[in-house]
């Protein structure tokens, strides 16, 4: 499929843009819920999406480490660096052509994330944690390690929707899309990452992450001790991360991929909320 890509010409790309305008769009790529197999022979657009996929469990899992730097000052600069990244590089392996701006309103800022445990109880259970910490070190441990879990899943959760409105018509692609697009999508992730039910999600990432605490802690170490506040982002090497956690980030990969009811109903209630939004985006235009 790459191959066949490769060989295209700009002037097939613009015929495949043209279709973001019709009723047609483009074929959604995106397909977990078939367990990875050497027996099995997975459909071709499934086995070249699954290095999306990882890639995008990958920066999920960097950012739950965020929570477990020992430098808290680091935390957040980690947190926006990892998103802002996910979303260049998810960005350009759909070949969206995103600005700055762009990338910028997808990511989103970090006091405008979405939670699954949001506000005030997120800022008491990583006050507690850090009071913990001084006085309980297991206590500190778990609260931190569940704050880590959480954002892993907020992270998988945007990331997936982000892939999946990249093959969907009038989202993302780049024939005719407008701030007010990017804005409505950015939106519908927000909105259904807070009314939906990700237990499935979470629970796989939380059964990893619990059982290698260790491990997530030496690479949150490695990743703090590089987050100098003044580095731009592109400064920022993920590559001693990324070979730390190499069979930790396959293994959980592998089970959200495996799991057919994991991403199917995140699918279903952004494709409704972007629908309910795009009346209002398109009379802004």
Known sequence: MDDLHDLRGEGELSERDLLDESSLGLHVELLPGKALSQAEEQPAVEEA???HFRRLTFFSVLAGLCPLIPLPSADDRATGLIHRRMVRELGEDRSLELSEAEAGLLAGSIGQ????FEGAALAVRRGVGRILGKMFKSASSDLLLREGIDRAVETFVEGYLLLHAASLPQALRPAGRTEERVRAVRKAVTSTLR???????????????????DLLSRAA???GARLSPMAADDGVSLREEE?????FVDRLAGALWGDPGCCQPLERAFGERLARLRPAASALQ
Not at 243 to 247: C, H, K, P, R, T
């Open 243 to 247: 070979e730390l956690l190499d069979g």
């Open 49 to 51: 999406d699954w290095p």
């Open 195 to 213: 009314n939906s039910d990700v237990s499935s999600i979470q629970k796989a990432v939380g059964s990893s992450f619990q059982g290698s605490f």
């Open 113 to 116: 994330r979405p939670a699954l």
């Open 221 to 223: 170490a490695k990743l």
